[in-house]
């Protein structure tokens, strides 16, 4: 069984500093895939980053990168040079990749952060 | 693109009637489409995996007479809450996965919030 876990339930972060939030995951599967995502208080999942089991460098996309540390099981996102719109729950995810799992994503508990200006 | 959209945003309804949620994909073709659930300060729990023209899978411990799913079309997927009752009153959210897509994401509608009276 898979399991995701969030340990910061909720973090301050001052305007155009840069955030660590943590995600470890528990897998015995060799190929997954990890997912951060972003829920503003409108509810709506944004897509941020992914990173591929196999993927040999940490994923980066704009001011969000992910620190890959497979030996350890840990995917954490760093957002760089806050923005007060960064102010969200951000959701850590794993997806099964084997076909018969039917590309199903666990969820694990969140993580608001507030960006004081 | 790989917007999902989905309708209502929001109903409130009375104990007992049918409330039928629509998740659309607006720019692709969704081989797969996923229904979730979330209480509030929770995370996602996936309730069922909508596959186009066959039958939905559910997850352990959601009544797929109660959820009814339908997924008649590579565009279309819909959530019905038959006999809704106040415990029912949750936010209600569907993605969508572009099949060959890479990375392999799904696409988050903005949500549903039922109240059930």
């Known amino acids: 069984a898979q399991k995701i876990t969030q340990t910061q339930p909720g973090m301050f972060v001052q305007e155009k500093e840069a955030v660590t939030l943590d995600c470890t995951y528990d897998?015995?599967?060799?190929?997954?895939?990890l997912f951060w995502y972003k829920q503003p208080s409108s509810g709506e999942m944004i897509f941020l980053i992914y990173?591929?089991?196999?993927?040999?460098q940490n994923a980066t996309e704009g001011r969000y990168s992910l620190n890959f540390q497979k030996a350890r099981k840990s995917a954490n996102l760093v957002i760089s040079a806050s923005q007060l719109g960064d102010s969200a729950m951000y959701f850590c995810?794993?997806?099964?990749?084997?076909?018969?799992?039917?590309?199903?994503?666990?969820f694990g508990g969140g993580t608001r952060v507030l960006v004081k200006p | 693109g790989a917007v999902v959209s989905q309708h209502p945003s929001w109903v409130i309804c009375k104990s007992g009637t049918s409330v039928k949620i629509e998740c659309r994909s607006l720019d692709f073709q969704a081989t797969t489409m996923f229904w979730y659930r979330q209480f509030p300060k929770q995370s996602l729990m996936l309730m069922a995996t909508?596959?186009?023209?066959?039958?939905?899978?559910?997850e352990q411990g959601v009544e797929k007479d109660k959820f009814l799913i339908n997924h008649a079309s590579l565009t279309l997927s819909t959530l019905t809450v038959t006999s809704a009752h106040p415990e029912d009153s949750s936010f209600y959210i569907c993605s969508a996965r572009i099949a060959g897509a890479n990375p392999d994401t799904q696409y988050f509608g903005p949500g549903t919030r039922l109240t059930v009276l």
């Open positions: 909508s596959n186009e023209g066959s039958k939905a899978t559910y």
């Open positions: 990173q591929g089991s196999y993927d040999e």
């Open positions: 995810a794993m997806r099964e990749v084997p076909l018969a799992a039917g590309n199903k994503l666990t």
């Open positions: 897998t015995s599967d060799q190929s997954y895939g």
